[in-house]
Protein backbone atom coordinates (compact mmCIF):
# COMPACT_ATOMS: atom_id res chain seq x y z
CA UNK A 1 0.00 0.00 0.00
CA UNK A 2 1.47 3.37 -0.90
CA UNK A 3 1.00 5.97 1.63
CA UNK A 4 -2.05 8.04 0.68
CA UNK A 5 -3.98 4.33 0.69
CA UNK A 6 -2.62 3.90 4.19
CA UNK A 7 -3.82 6.88 5.43
CA UNK A 8 -7.92 6.42 3.51
CA UNK A 9 -7.54 3.10 5.01
CA UNK A 10 -7.06 4.67 8.28
CA UNK A 11 -9.62 7.02 8.38
CA UNK A 12 -12.24 4.22 7.21
CA UNK A 13 -10.93 2.09 10.19
CA UNK A 14 -11.22 5.02 12.66
CA UNK A 15 -14.97 5.74 11.48
CA UNK A 16 -15.72 2.18 11.28
CA UNK A 17 -14.16 1.31 14.56
CA UNK A 18 -15.35 4.65 16.70
CA UNK A 19 -11.40 5.31 17.20
CA UNK A 20 -10.26 8.96 18.55
CA UNK A 21 -6.86 9.43 17.66
CA UNK A 22 -4.21 11.44 19.69
CA UNK A 23 -1.35 12.93 18.89
CA UNK A 24 1.32 14.39 20.86
CA UNK A 25 2.54 17.60 19.49
CA UNK A 26 6.35 15.65 19.30
CA UNK A 27 5.11 13.32 16.63
CA UNK A 28 6.22 13.32 12.92
CA UNK A 29 4.30 15.06 10.35
CA UNK A 30 2.55 11.91 8.98
CA UNK A 31 0.99 11.30 12.43
CA UNK A 32 0.09 14.77 13.22
CA UNK A 33 -1.96 15.75 9.93
CA UNK A 34 -4.31 12.32 10.90
CA UNK A 35 -4.87 13.07 14.45
CA UNK A 36 -8.27 14.26 16.16
CA UNK A 37 -6.08 16.04 18.46
CA UNK A 38 -2.84 17.19 18.39
CA UNK A 39 -1.89 18.99 21.94
CA UNK A 40 0.31 19.21 24.63
CA UNK A 41 -0.15 16.34 27.80
CA UNK A 42 -2.29 18.46 29.37
CA UNK A 43 -4.94 19.00 26.44
CA UNK A 44 -4.66 15.24 25.40
CA UNK A 45 -5.34 14.62 28.95
CA UNK A 46 -8.33 16.40 29.38
CA UNK A 47 -9.25 15.15 25.81
CA UNK A 48 -8.89 11.31 26.80
CA UNK A 49 -10.83 11.97 30.04
CA UNK A 50 -14.32 13.26 28.00
CA UNK A 51 -13.79 11.09 25.15
CA UNK A 52 -16.87 9.92 24.10
CA UNK A 53 -15.70 7.34 21.78
CA UNK A 54 -15.28 3.54 21.99
CA UNK A 55 -10.93 3.33 21.24
CA UNK A 56 -8.29 5.67 21.70
CA UNK A 57 -5.21 5.06 20.23
CA UNK A 58 -2.76 7.47 21.59
CA UNK A 59 0.33 8.37 19.15
CA UNK A 60 2.74 9.41 21.53
CA UNK A 61 4.74 7.77 24.56
CA UNK A 62 3.59 5.32 27.16
CA UNK A 63 2.91 7.17 29.86
CA UNK A 64 0.76 9.52 28.11
CA UNK A 65 -1.45 6.25 26.71
CA UNK A 66 -1.55 5.21 30.59
CA UNK A 67 -3.05 8.40 31.51
CA UNK A 68 -5.44 8.26 28.99
CA UNK A 69 -6.10 4.69 30.34
CA UNK A 70 -6.44 5.73 33.53
CA UNK A 71 -8.89 8.24 32.96
CA UNK A 72 -10.91 6.74 30.99
CA UNK A 73 -10.52 3.10 32.03
CA UNK A 74 -13.70 1.80 30.59
CA UNK A 75 -12.18 2.62 27.10
CA UNK A 76 -9.53 0.35 24.83
CA UNK A 77 -6.54 2.34 24.83
CA UNK A 78 -3.79 1.71 22.25
CA UNK A 79 -0.45 2.86 22.06
CA UNK A 80 0.85 1.27 18.43
CA UNK A 81 4.33 0.68 19.43
CA UNK A 82 5.40 -0.70 22.59
CA UNK A 83 8.92 0.71 22.79
CA UNK A 84 7.41 4.36 22.66
CA UNK A 85 9.09 4.96 25.82
CA UNK A 86 10.09 8.19 27.88
CA UNK A 87 13.70 7.50 29.63
CA UNK A 88 12.60 10.73 31.92
CA UNK A 89 9.33 8.57 33.31
CA UNK A 90 11.54 5.87 34.07
CA UNK A 91 13.70 7.84 36.31
CA UNK A 92 11.48 7.85 39.15
CA UNK A 93 10.58 4.58 41.53
CA UNK A 94 7.55 4.11 43.69
CA UNK A 95 10.49 2.82 46.76
CA UNK A 96 12.87 5.92 45.96
CA UNK A 97 9.56 8.04 46.43
CA UNK A 98 8.40 6.57 50.09
CA UNK A 99 11.72 6.84 51.25
CA UNK A 100 11.93 10.59 50.46
CA UNK A 101 8.53 11.02 51.99
CA UNK A 102 9.21 9.17 54.99
CA UNK A 103 12.71 11.77 55.24
CA UNK A 104 10.29 14.82 55.20
CA UNK A 105 7.41 14.13 56.91
CA UNK A 106 4.68 16.69 56.24
CA UNK A 107 5.73 17.24 52.43
CA UNK A 108 3.38 16.63 49.27
CA UNK A 109 4.36 14.55 46.32
CA UNK A 110 3.85 16.68 43.28
CA UNK A 111 4.90 14.27 40.25
CA UNK A 112 4.81 15.57 36.34
CA UNK A 113 2.97 13.49 33.98
CA UNK A 114 6.13 12.27 32.56
CA UNK A 115 6.03 9.12 35.51
CA UNK A 116 4.93 5.31 35.34
CA UNK A 117 1.68 4.83 36.64
CA UNK A 118 3.18 3.28 39.76
CA UNK A 119 4.17 6.52 40.68
CA UNK A 120 0.93 8.23 40.09
CA UNK A 121 -0.40 6.32 42.60
CA UNK A 122 1.93 7.06 45.34
CA UNK A 123 0.99 11.17 44.13
CA UNK A 124 -0.81 13.58 46.00
CA UNK A 125 -0.88 15.68 42.79
CA UNK A 126 0.17 15.81 39.18
CA UNK A 127 1.00 18.55 36.88
CA UNK A 128 2.31 19.42 33.78
CA UNK A 129 4.58 21.41 31.89
CA UNK A 130 1.62 23.53 31.35
CA UNK A 131 0.07 23.88 34.96
CA UNK A 132 3.21 23.15 37.34
CA UNK A 133 3.30 26.62 38.80
CA UNK A 134 -0.03 26.56 39.65
CA UNK A 135 -0.37 22.78 41.03
CA UNK A 136 2.97 23.90 43.67
CA UNK A 137 0.65 27.41 43.88
CA UNK A 138 -2.55 25.39 45.31
CA UNK A 139 -1.58 21.86 46.81
CA UNK A 140 -1.69 22.29 51.16
CA UNK A 141 2.08 22.13 51.63
CA UNK A 142 4.41 23.88 52.25
CA UNK A 143 7.33 21.57 51.36
CA UNK A 144 6.88 19.10 48.26
CA UNK A 145 8.90 16.57 46.82
CA UNK A 146 8.57 17.06 42.95
CA UNK A 147 9.05 14.10 40.75
CA UNK A 148 10.80 13.59 38.26
CA UNK A 149 12.49 16.10 36.54
CA UNK A 150 14.70 18.89 38.17
CA UNK A 151 15.06 21.18 35.72
CA UNK A 152 10.75 21.65 36.15
CA UNK A 153 11.28 21.44 39.41
CA UNK A 154 13.84 24.51 39.12
CA UNK A 155 11.58 26.10 36.82
CA UNK A 156 8.61 26.17 39.18
CA UNK A 157 10.92 27.27 42.67
CA UNK A 158 11.05 30.45 40.82
CA UNK A 159 7.33 31.18 41.46
CA UNK A 160 7.02 29.51 44.95
CA UNK A 161 8.72 30.59 48.35
CA UNK A 162 7.58 26.83 49.34
CA UNK A 163 10.59 24.48 49.59
CA UNK A 164 10.99 22.23 46.40
CA UNK A 165 12.77 18.89 46.84
CA UNK A 166 13.57 17.66 43.39
CA UNK A 167 14.12 14.04 42.13
CA UNK A 168 17.19 14.01 39.92
CA UNK A 169 15.46 12.81 36.60
CA UNK A 170 16.15 14.79 33.49
CA UNK A 171 14.53 14.58 29.83
CA UNK A 172 17.60 13.56 27.52
CA UNK A 173 16.35 15.54 24.71
CA UNK A 174 16.12 18.88 26.55
CA UNK A 175 19.07 18.60 28.82
CA UNK A 176 20.98 18.75 25.90
CA UNK A 177 20.11 22.22 24.69
CA UNK A 178 22.89 24.74 26.44
CA UNK A 179 23.46 28.39 27.05
CA UNK A 180 26.50 29.33 24.34
CA UNK A 181 23.23 28.15 22.17
CA UNK A 182 21.23 30.74 23.21
CA UNK A 183 24.22 33.35 22.92
CA UNK A 184 25.03 32.13 19.70
CA UNK A 185 21.38 32.25 18.16
CA UNK A 186 21.01 35.92 19.92
CA UNK A 187 24.01 37.38 18.22
CA UNK A 188 23.07 35.66 14.96
CA UNK A 189 19.22 36.76 15.26
CA UNK A 190 19.47 40.02 17.33
CA UNK A 191 15.51 40.80 16.60
CA UNK A 192 14.31 36.84 17.24
CA UNK A 193 12.55 35.99 20.56
CA UNK A 194 13.82 32.72 22.23
CA UNK A 195 10.93 30.17 23.31
CA UNK A 196 12.09 27.31 25.88
CA UNK A 197 10.44 24.40 27.28
CA UNK A 198 10.52 23.63 30.94
CA UNK A 199 12.79 21.02 30.81
CA UNK A 200 15.59 22.90 29.76
CA UNK A 201 18.43 23.03 32.03
CA UNK A 202 18.20 26.14 34.65
CA UNK A 203 20.99 28.48 32.41
CA UNK A 204 18.59 28.08 29.43
CA UNK A 205 15.59 29.08 30.88
CA UNK A 206 16.86 31.81 32.27
CA UNK A 207 18.24 33.30 29.52
CA UNK A 208 15.14 32.63 27.09
CA UNK A 209 12.13 35.46 26.51
CA UNK A 210 9.51 32.76 27.27
CA UNK A 211 9.41 29.21 29.05
CA UNK A 212 6.30 27.21 28.18
CA UNK A 213 4.31 24.09 27.32
CA UNK A 214 5.07 22.61 23.83
CA UNK A 215 1.16 23.93 23.27
CA UNK A 216 2.27 27.48 25.50
CA UNK A 217 4.58 27.73 22.56
CA UNK A 218 1.63 27.23 19.76
CA UNK A 219 -0.08 30.12 21.29
CA UNK A 220 2.91 32.27 21.79
CA UNK A 221 3.91 31.68 17.67
CA UNK A 222 0.61 32.53 17.12
CA UNK A 223 0.46 35.91 18.43
CA UNK A 224 3.51 36.96 18.53
CA UNK A 225 4.72 40.03 16.33
CA UNK A 226 8.18 38.93 15.94
CA UNK A 227 9.08 37.08 12.50
CA UNK A 228 11.76 34.98 14.07
CA UNK A 229 11.40 32.82 16.89
CA UNK A 230 14.55 30.41 18.00
CA UNK A 231 12.70 27.17 19.49
CA UNK A 232 14.04 24.99 22.53
CA UNK A 233 12.24 21.81 22.07
CA UNK A 234 11.79 18.73 20.14
CA UNK A 235 11.85 18.86 16.69
CA UNK A 236 8.13 17.71 15.66
CA UNK A 237 6.92 20.98 17.39
CA UNK A 238 8.94 23.04 15.29
CA UNK A 239 7.32 21.18 12.38
CA UNK A 240 3.79 22.09 13.45
CA UNK A 241 4.57 25.88 14.33
CA UNK A 242 6.40 26.13 10.60
CA UNK A 243 2.99 24.41 9.58
CA UNK A 244 0.48 27.09 11.21
CA UNK A 245 2.57 30.40 10.85
CA UNK A 246 3.88 29.98 7.08
CA UNK A 247 4.75 34.35 7.51
CA UNK A 248 6.89 33.82 10.30
CA UNK A 249 10.77 31.54 10.69
CA UNK A 250 10.88 28.77 13.23
CA UNK A 251 14.73 27.51 14.32
CA UNK A 252 15.98 25.22 16.61
CA UNK A 253 17.90 26.46 19.24
CA UNK A 254 21.35 24.78 18.32
CA UNK A 255 20.86 21.54 16.26
CA UNK A 256 17.17 19.92 16.26
CA UNK A 257 16.48 18.01 19.22
CA UNK A 258 14.82 14.48 18.62
CA UNK A 259 12.80 12.51 21.21
CA UNK A 260 13.17 8.59 19.75
CA UNK A 261 10.35 7.37 21.86
CA UNK A 262 7.92 10.47 20.00
CA UNK A 263 9.76 9.74 16.12
CA UNK A 264 9.15 6.07 16.35
CA UNK A 265 5.52 5.89 15.64
CA UNK A 266 5.07 5.69 11.72
CA UNK A 267 2.24 6.05 9.85
CA UNK A 268 2.09 2.19 9.32
CA UNK A 269 2.37 1.46 13.26
CA UNK A 270 -0.63 3.80 13.69
CA UNK A 271 -2.66 1.55 10.46
CA UNK A 272 -1.57 -2.15 12.18
CA UNK A 273 -2.81 -0.46 15.28
CA UNK A 274 -6.51 -0.08 14.17
CA UNK A 275 -6.29 -3.43 11.98
CA UNK A 276 -5.71 -5.47 15.01
CA UNK A 277 -6.06 -3.55 18.25
CA UNK A 278 -2.89 -3.41 19.21
CA UNK A 279 -1.15 -2.51 22.02
CA UNK A 280 -3.93 -2.12 24.49
CA UNK A 281 -2.73 -0.09 27.82
CA UNK A 282 -2.92 -2.86 30.63
CA UNK A 283 -3.08 -1.60 33.99
CA UNK A 284 -4.92 -3.42 37.21
CA UNK A 285 -8.25 -2.25 38.55
CA UNK A 286 -6.75 -1.17 41.43
CA UNK A 287 -3.54 0.71 40.61
CA UNK A 288 -5.68 2.82 38.05
CA UNK A 289 -7.69 3.92 41.05
CA UNK A 290 -4.96 4.76 43.09
CA UNK A 291 -2.80 6.29 39.92
CA UNK A 292 -6.93 8.30 39.05
CA UNK A 293 -6.74 10.35 42.29
CA UNK A 294 -3.48 12.07 41.96
CA UNK A 295 -4.50 12.60 38.33
CA UNK A 296 -8.06 14.22 39.11
CA UNK A 297 -6.90 16.37 41.88
CA UNK A 298 -4.73 18.22 38.91
CA UNK A 299 -7.52 18.55 36.30
CA UNK A 300 -9.98 19.94 39.15
CA UNK A 301 -7.35 22.50 40.12
CA UNK A 302 -5.80 23.99 37.00
P1 LIG B 1 4.23 19.15 27.00
O1 LIG B 1 3.24 18.78 28.03
O2 LIG B 1 4.73 20.56 27.11
O3 LIG B 1 3.72 18.86 25.63
O4 LIG B 1 5.54 18.27 27.23
C1 LIG B 1 5.54 16.88 27.21
C2 LIG B 1 6.90 16.35 27.09
O5 LIG B 1 7.12 15.18 27.14
C3 LIG B 1 7.97 17.30 26.91
O6 LIG B 1 9.15 16.66 26.70
FE1 LIG C 1 10.26 12.13 27.60
FE2 LIG C 1 11.91 14.06 26.91
FE3 LIG C 1 10.78 12.57 25.04
FE4 LIG C 1 9.33 14.34 26.42
S1 LIG C 1 10.99 14.76 25.00
S2 LIG C 1 8.74 12.24 25.96
S3 LIG C 1 10.30 14.16 28.45
S4 LIG C 1 12.24 11.88 26.61
Given at each position: ???????E??????????????????????I??????????????????????????????????????????????????????????????V????????????????????????????????????????????????????????????????????????W????????????????????????????????????????????????????F??????????????????????????????L????A????????????????????????????D?????????????????
Open positions: MNQQAIREILRLKREKDVLILAHNYQREEQLLADHLGDSLELARIAANAQERMIVFCGVLFMAETAKILSPGKTVLLPRTDAGCPMAEMADGGLVALRERHPGAMVVSYVNSTAAVKAVTDVCCTSANAVKVVQNVAADRIIFAPDKNLASWVQRFTEKTIIPDGYCYVHDQFRTDEVTAARARHPDAVVVAHPECPAGVADLADEVLSTSGMIRARETSARTVIVGTEAGLIERLRRENPGKQFSLGSRMCRGMKVTRLEDLHQALVHERHPIELSTLIQRARKSLERMLDYV
